[in-house]
């Protein structure tokens, strides 16, 4: 993966404990990881020369008040010892500052960085405190101001608000005890302003201590939360889930993963500086909602790789900074080939016939809907056809299921052939076939098409060395003519091949309007015949059966008929197939 900016890449190393107080107080569990604590160690690093060097001046201060009054074989071992103290101190910080941070640094528990403070404070007071009450009285002012003044030094451990309570509270003691052991001596306005000095230092330290804590904490929690979405989107692309990517106010790359590079085919280097959608292949839809400069979400796309055809979703989000100015885009990115696989295995699976590999009923239902649009906004009918083997069920029954799956197969292929480039072949189901024709403009070159399919259905069909025979009647309806709904259609179509059946079968017909007039017919005659059987319109006649040899008389046969009270009597050609449908 390629390195990005180093802004992005500075983690702390753990999550923000939880109850710290705003003000000078610290938690107690100084063994655990804590961001906070890691911008303490390095910001008290940062302050350390200050603060040392405020030490060792107000030290070399307090020689040059004492000089001449103690012995200099006390004073300059005591300076020195400070600068020495104040100059480790500053070195120890530095190396906390670095082996101490982050989640494989060891942890400084806060009593000692407190012990620390408390140490170099004690050792600085030590002297003064010791020779305060045999000075005079404008060397003990003088004294008592330094020591007061360099309780200001807190500000330097501002960043750490014990170690600031515990130098203020030892100066505050070390000052307030050097104006008891000179009280008598101290004029009262002086001990006034040393007071007023060190009060305004007690409340300065803890002002900016508050405000400063507060800072640090805000910002531990930003590298804390910046460091959770980091390590996420490093476990997101190590997982191999997805990659990421960024690009600069025109669209150049800025930054990839190597698992994109890797996709692409081209090593990562090659690949900043280049246009985003010229490296996806010049994607129109990428392109366009870079341009809007707003987010994004699940853009697939398809892409010619060495790889072969690949399939990526991407999603983005614009940058943005505090003035509002556009920066680019980042987002993520991932490989769903497999994904859009699957989802094209389940839509074949769901729109196919498992037997013949044809459209099944539903996907027939929906090519016929695309080509009566087309046929409605056009100026070109479409047309559909439904086909019934005739003898196909005699084949089950004598020969078994299996070779009549296998007959089904081979009627599916004769029809494809027959069909070709022009049509669309599929099962209904059963032994039922449909063919949808987009453009049926030559109405001749439909007929001759369903004229051609008998023929070739008729044709013997050799299945394991057993010859089999069937047909196949053909009903076709036009659209937008016959019907301008896809059920509309299929109704006309089932109506002009039940008249295909009705008329020997092995035969076409095409939906008229005389046809849907028969239908009507049929259906008004079929109702008053159940309403006949109410209202006794049926009578019995007799038919004399006569010996064709002997001439004579040799029974009857009751023939049923029936006296409508509009139609007058019904022919028995009308009405003989309808006791078995009322049966």
Known sequence: MYEAPDRYKRLISARLPGGESAGLTARGADSESSPLRDVQLISRAQLAPFFAAANICAAFMMVANLWGIVAPGLLLPWALGISAINFGAMRLARHQSITCVGRSGRRVPMVL??????????????????????????????????????????????????????WMIAFTGGVCGALLLGRSTIPFPHVLSILFTIGVAIFGVLTVARWAFHQLKTNADVSGQSEGASLLLQEYEQRGVGWLWQVDPENRVTYISSRMSALLGRPGGQLIGHSLPSLLGGHAELGRVLLERKAFNALEM?????????WISIAGDPIVDTAGRFEGFRGVGSDITEIRQTQERLTHLANVDVLSGLPNRGRVRQLLGEALRGATTGSVPCAIMFLDLDGFKPVNDTFGHPKGDAVLR?????????????????????????????????????????????????EPYMIDQTEIR??????????PIDGATVDDLILKADLALYQAKDAGRGCARYFSSELQSEQDDRVRLESDLRAAIVSKQFHLVFQPLVNAKSQQLVGFEALIRWNHPQRGFVPPTCSSRWPRKLA
């Open 113 to 166: 960085l407190v012990g620390d403070v408390a140490l170099r404070a004690g050792v600085w007071l030590s002297l003064p405190l010791l020779v305060f009450a045999s000075l005079d009285v404008g060397t003990q002012v003088i004294a008592a101001s330094i020591m007061a003044g360099l309780g200001i030094g807190a500000l330097g451990l501002v960043v750490i608000p014990p170690c600031a309570t515990a």
């Open 470 to 479: 069937i047909g196949v009647s053909v009903g076709c309806a036009f659209g």
């Open 302 to 310: 398809e892409l010619s790789t060495a790889h072969g055809t690949r």
């Open 410 to 458: 081979a009627v599916a292929k004769r029809l494809i052939d027959q069909v070709g480039p022009d049509g669309h072949v599929g099962r209904m189901g059963g032994d039922e076939f449909a063919i949808v024709i987009p453009d049926a403009q030559a109405r001749k070159q439909v007929e001759h098409l369903a004229d051609r399919i008998i023929a070739s259905i008729k």
